[in-house]
């Protein structure tokens, strides 16, 4: 019999649901990485690779092989992966890493041996350019790149994995697998890939190659295709300045050449191009070209179609920002989406703020608590106490601060934020709707609440502290969150802004599958009709459903609005679903998009993510 079989089943069912988003493949809060991953960084090292093996042996997908005990065998119970998971999703794979060891003692009790995975030629050939310790065709390791939570692809394991410690050694990887005729695929940190980094030849892992290059002068950086949002962001903070960058843990080179760079920062940052000083491709047949060669493919156009990426980039280089020493963050809370819309672009055609974007009731109250219920209970209280539906949050210096305080009746600043944030436990357990009921105004709730009377009695009565807050979690992360919180830039908006890492909390109850589309910010008609059609359409197959994000682009002119569908994506029930949604959303979208200037599906900019924004935007 199996051992896994044994495990309690809460144990399977947190292995098989790892959102594969890599946030333990960053050190975003200061644990340090997974120590074996450190040193061996394919996938299968880190936790997320253990959690996929942990399923795997559980459901014999594969046999027990050397790689498999080397894996299980290097784990240090170090603790790190709590943590780190816990913060962005509430799960806790320690319990999974204990399986493993016990999975294992029991194996080799039994007297039972590894599986030995024969070396083929082409493997041969490949360690011959990457060296014997980077390339790899063990299923312990493959089955590590083989799946996403991206339901409708479904898991292929490719037959080899290598890591190329250089551009040199990627170029001839690339070159020898078209001379073999083997296809071949780049991945990156392997979040959210939409099956499209799945093969089943050879998957090129970049996670070795992380050089930075800060050239302030040149108010750029150069980087190499490993280097991961978090790790630029956090390199270019030292020095005083900021690159408009994704998901921490998602590659940089990755990004820009897939959908191309977009977040907050994009109100005044860009997107597309706007990013791109230059960039080094090699094509699918080894040819190496730069992106500003004029006899090369031009990567800064754009077709309304989906199309194949234009090779992988082996180094780019960015543009670099200035930060000043004044800026802070603000919500501008409102009850109706239609007012915040009207204001994020308002804001961003007078050029007041930098980072701008509308977030939604149940973006706010995820990103800053610590766990779902408490998330679910903080919307509650924002949307039927307080009357915000959604905010406006800006990144500014003091002027464009001391603008929008003269354009609004009250806002959320950097003190009071940090007031929430520290204490929602009590938040939620007061008499703030006794106290709400008691006033009487004609105006928002949230009006009177932030108004600088009611300020110290709201203070006294959350008694906000990184205690409070830790109170929140389970008894022994306590400690923890505690110390975490501590550490001011965890209530600073500005820091969370540009680093991001509470964004992989949205996907904590379920997986996240975000429709981004390029909307004209005005009339307010469009908008609304994208964002009922995506509600209608997640009604009628009975998916979780919400609107996500509207950031505004080149001077409010445009925007970019995500609306989110949630499913469990270890559910085949729930995969169907959303597979049968997706026949209603594309139609939906393009026909949107060809009666209306301005509307274009994210999909459409897929591996065009270098194409100039004014070959989208005004398509």
């Known amino acids: 019999m199996n051992p896994l079989e044994q495990i309690p089943e809460d144990i399977r069912r947190t292995a098989a649901r790892c959102r594969h ?128 939570p991206f339901p409708l692809a479904d898991r292929q394991i490719p037959g080899y994995v290598v890591l190329p410690g250089s551009a040199q050694e990627l170029v001839e990887i690339v070159r020898f697998a078209d001379k073999a005729h083997i296809p071949a695929v780049v991945r990156g940190n392997g979040g959210s890939v939409f099956g499209f980094v799945f093969t089943p030849g050879i998957v090129i892992d970049v996670n070795r190659m992380k050089k930075i290059h800060l050239d ?67 094509d699918r047949h080894g040819t190496v070209f730069t992106a500003n060669d004029k006899n090369a493919p031009n990567v800064f156009g754009f077709e309304e179609a989906v199309l194949e990426s234009p090779g992988i980039c082996t180094e780019a280089r960015i543009r670099m920002h200035p930060v000043t020493d004044d800026e802070e963050g603000l919500l501008v809370p409102f009850t109706t989406l239609a007012d915040a819309v009207s204001f994020a672009r308002d804001i961003s055609r007078r050029r007041i703020g930098l980072s701008v974007g509308i977030l939604g009731g149940h973006y706010l109250s995820t990103f800053i608590s610590p766990t779902q219920s408490l998330a679910n209970q903080t919307r509650d209280v924002f949307s039927s106490i307080l009357e915000i539906n959604c905010v406006v949050s800006v990144i500014g210096d003091r002027y464009a601060r001391s603008s929008i305080r003269q354009m609004v009746p009250c806002v959320i600043d950097s003190s009071t934020f940090r007031m929430f944030t520290l204490g929602l436990p009590q938040l939620v357990r007061s008499d703030l709707a006794d106290i709400v009921e008691g006033l009487e105004s004609d105006r928002p709730a949230y009006e009177t609440v932030l108004s600088a009377e009611m300020l110290p009695v709201l203070e006294e009565m959350l008694a906000p502290s990184s205690g409070t807050l830790a109170a929140a979690v389970d008894e022994d992360l306590r400690d923890f969150y505690e110390a975490l919180y501590n550490r001011p830039h965890m209530t600073d908006m500005v820091w969370l802004t540009m680093f991001r890492i509470v964004s992989a909390r949205m996907s904590r109850h379920k997986h996240m599958f975000a429709f981004l589309i390029y909307v004209p910010l005005e009339p307010m008609d469009v908008i609304q009709e994208l964002i009922t059609s995506f509600a209608e359409i997640a009604e009628d197959h009975g998916i979780e459903h919400d609107l996500g994000f509207i950031t505004p682009l080149d001077l409010g002119k445009r925007g970019i609005l995500e609306y989110d569908y949630y499913i469990d994506h270890t559910d085949n029930a729930e995969s169907e679903k959303i597979r049968q949604a997706m026949a209603d959303i594309e139609p939906m979208v393009d026909k949107l998009s060809r009666s209306c200037k301005g509307v274009t599906f994210l999909k459409y900019i897929f591996s065009q993510g270098c194409a100039r924004k004014e070959n989208f935007l005004y398509a």
């Open 21 to 148: 988003y890599a946030m333990c493949k960053i050190d975003y809060l200061d644990t340090g990485l997974c120590p074996p991953a450190k040193k061996t960084p394919y996938v299968s090292y880190f936790p997320q690779g253990r959690m996929d093996l942990c399923d795997a042996l559980a459901k014999e997908l594969i046999p027990v092989t050397g790689a498999a005990v080397d894996i299980i065998s290097s784990c240090t119970l170090c603790g790190s992966c709590d943590r780190q998971c816990h913060f962005v999703t509430g799960m806790r794979p320690m319990k999974i890493m204990q399986a493993l060891k016990a999975f294992l003692d029991a194996f080799q009790e039994k007297g039972e041996k590894a599986a030995v995975i024969p070396e083929d030629e082409l493997l041969k050939a490949l360690k011959n350019i990457v060296g014997h310790k980077w390339a790899t065709n063990d299923p312990a390791h493959l089955l590590a790149y083989a799946n996403d």
């Open 216 to 282: 302030p002068d040149n108010w750029s950086a150069v980087i190499e295709p490993g280097v991961t949002s978090f790790e630029l962001q956090k390199a270019a903070a030292e020095k005083g300045y900021r690159v408009n960058t994704a998901e921490p843990a998602a590659t940089v080179c990755g990004n820009i050449v897939c959908t191309g760079l977009f977040s907050t920062w994009a109100n005044v940052y860009g997107v597309g191009a706007d990013h791109i000083v230059d960039m080094t491709f090699v």
